[in-house]
């Protein structure tokens, strides 16, 4: 399997977007993948922060497991800047909308004792397709941002005014290069690289064997997948599902595609792809 880059002209142009923007912000609202926060998390986005006070927000979490929730504590550390939510649903705004109050609550006191109040105001960033300007509809209570299940629907930044502050939506960035290709690979997987420039074959097949690695029953119940190599697993998910040509050969691309958006779409089950060895050497 050839190794996953992906960082196209736009990205380079939105990171320096960003960090010219940043001056201009109180807080930084980080939107990662709740089944993979830590192949999710680009560090080069945390660099631009520069200091400012960083809220994780864990988006998708109806689509993560109980093993999400360590993740959650490291990356909320000491102050619990790091919250759990699923922004398609109304009911993940009370919690939200919390946690990004608590990222400026010391600030907004000491200007409270001052005599005066301020808009404060918050840059959302994350790796394409986190659901940032999911996130932004959430808090805004509106279609206020344009949302897409594809990788790279926002483009350019926009300043959202929502109730008591601003938010700035911005475009999916990736690091420049993947230095770990089993991150890159859940990235793949949960639809943050865009599909056109992957080997969907492997990357299908990279999908269920770390899925029988790690939720046998999961592929048991769904396809009656109960081991084998990787390219046997994929043909039983043809057989149950009906993908076969004229001839009877196995319609590959229609199990591997089949595989992929059942994942992606919670078919499969509550699933975290990262685990807590994946957290080492990770500063945030």
């Known amino acids: 399997m050839k190794n996953?880059?992906?960082?196209?002209?736009?990205?380079?142009k939105a990171m320096r977007m960003m960090e010219q923007s940043v001056p201009l912000t109180d807080g930084i609202i980080y939107v990662l993948d709740a089944r993979c926060p830590v192949s999710s998390f680009n560090p080069k986005l945390l660099k631009i922060a520069r200091g400012k006070p960083v809220l994780y927000v864990f988006n998708k979490g109806d689509l993560a497991d109980e093993r999400c929730d360590v993740l959650l504590k490291a990356f909320a550390g000491e102050k619990g800047n790091a919250v759990k939510i699923n922004a398609v649903n109304a009911s993940s705004r009370r919690a939200l909308v919390s946690a990004v109050n608590a990222l400026v609550e010391e600030k907004r006191a000491k200007n409270q004792a001052k005599g005066y109040?301020?808009?404060?105001r918050f840059m959302v960033v994350g790796v394409p397709n986190t659901g940032k300007s999911t996130v932004i509809n959430l808090l805004a209570e509106s279609k206020r941002a344009a949302t897409g299940d594809k990788a790279g629907v926002t483009r350019g930044k926009q300043w959202i005014r929502l109730d008591g502050f601003e938010l700035l939506d911005t475009p999916g960035t990736m690091p420049p290069s993947f230095e770990n290709q089993r991150l890159a690979l859940h990235l793949a997987y949960v639809g943050s690289i865009n599909d056109d420039i992957l080997d969907?074959?492997?990357v299908s097949i990279s999908l269920l064997e770390e899925l029988f690695a790690s939720y046998p029953k999961r592929l048991e119940e769904r396809y009656g997948i109960k081991g084998g190599a990787a390219l046997e697993m994929l043909e039983q998910v043809a057989s149950r599902r009906g993908f076969v040509l004229r001839g009877g050969e196995f319609d590959y691309e229609r199990a591997e595609r089949a595989v992929i958006d059942d994942f992606r779409k919670g078919r499969l089950g509550r699933i975290t792809l990262d685990n807590t060895d994946d957290l080492k050497g990770l500063v945030f």
């Open 4 to 12: 996953i880059q992906w960082f196209p002209g736009h990205m380079t």
């Open 200 to 202: 969907l074959d492997d």
């Open 117 to 120: 109040d301020k808009t404060f």
